[in-house]
């Protein structure tokens, strides 16, 4: 049940608190006020589109909270989604909007739009008046039908749009695989060729095309190395033909010259330990050196392998690259095209078996929905009929009609199961007497489209198992005894739930557990929303004013002590 909306900066509200209560539940105010106002905030908060233009002129964001009354079923659901961690009366659902966005809390807890959406059907319904144009179409017929069933109804169409689902994907799935056989065999051959081309490259090392490069830069350059080394050799150690010392020979005397000063001062000892160790380390370094002077390779044949394997890596990254990573990528994902494409014929095998099994599964759940369709379709008629009798439609006939497709010897074939199953539904009426029942869509008027839709959702209410049911607007263009009828009805909803109704009217608004006017305030630069919550005084007021207006306060003042007296003796007999 919904405790109370407050909506900070959102369109014309400045800041509002509006209450709610158990049972009827009224907002009433002229046209343009911001009752509609009221319901979009409600609306954004449950998860609906909004966007940052709602935000108050001048304001940086809006903010909306809903206060709702726990019921065991919310509470399971709210610890399931672990939104609160131990038993509360209440639980509040709130959203923020700013201009960068918006973000949606339950319990203070951030959340996703797809969850708020779940929770909302265990919340709330809202019947508009305008959805009295959804009659028109056949989908729509449908889909009241079917969400007036039993749970089990349900049950099974939730089971029907599955395996219609599955059964479309696994048809794109074979759609795709039936390809030609020379198709098949013409990508398989070139798929083979490609596979036999990389692993004739033998590749292994994502980087070997970087270390073939520096080994045939090395062998390339194998003269100038020699050279080049042979020279640091002398360098380092001496004996060239001009009989000159190298860098060992000259430390090594620099060191029996320090050692002799050492043996004056002992402070130089660590110079002549030093010089020492560079010593051994030159020596070390200088064999080093050596020893790769005599592991160079400069066999011809080598570097010629070397430049062979150079062209077929550049070849293999130029075909299946850019890099050697890319080309060893593409030969596993060719290994497991060829598989796929060897093992084709088996996988559509099994695919139309799998197929089969769908599809006889799927028609056994529509042939079963459609049998529930036309028994929950029978009891419905005269529901329908009751209420629009109700409503002033006295001689009215009505008729929900389910067709199916024409059935040959061998019955339904899968493929005459649509995304609704089997059947096509069409709501009938014969508003007159002597007339021949048809289409809704085709002959009812304005008027009678408002009173059927009212019809099947005064149905709806009453079937709904969710705590709070909204009517906005719904009774725009009735009036007298119809008006009465539909008082009668909603406050009768109103025992077992919580019912919202926004009404210009004031046999409506006379019933009312709780009274809420909302009034629009304009001053020289702006314009804001408020809302009041009406004491008995001032509903006789504003039901004064919805029936007469300014100009016969008096008449219009008895007309609403008469509604409340009315609406007295209603209340006492559904007590």
Known sequence: ???????????????????????????TGETGAGKSIVMDALNAVLGGKVGPSIIRPQCDRATIEATFKCSPEISGWLKQEELCEEDSETFIVSREI????????????????????ELRQKLITIHAQHESRTLLSAQSQMEMLDALGDADHKKLFAKLKTLYAQRKELENDLAERRMSESERERRLDFARFQLQELEEAQLSEPEEDELVASQRKVLANVADLETLLANAQVFMRGHDLDGQLGALELLQKAIAEIAKAAELDDSLVPFVQALEDSVDRIEDESRSLRKYCQGLDADPETLAHLDERAAQLATVKRKYGPTLSDAIARRDQLQEEIAELENSLTLMTELEEELAKVGTELLLTAESLSAKRNKLAAILDKKIQDELVDLGMTNCRFEISLSTPSRDDEGYSVEDVGPQGLDRAEFLISPNPGQALAPVAKIASGGELSRVMLAVKTIFAGADRVPSVIFDEIDTGLSGRVLQTMRDKLARLARSQQIICITHQPIIASIADNHVFVVKEQGKSSTRTQVELLNDEGRLKALAGMAGGQENQEAALSFARALFDESARVKTSLS
């Open 1 to 27: 049940m919904l405790v109370e909306l407050e909506i900070k900066d959102f369109a014309l509200i400045e800041h509002v608190r509006v209450p709610f209560s158990w049972g009827f539940n009224v907002l």
């Open 98 to 117: 700013s201009k960068s966005g918006s973000k949606l809390r339950i319990n203070g807890a951030l959340v996703n739009v797809g969850l708020v959406q």
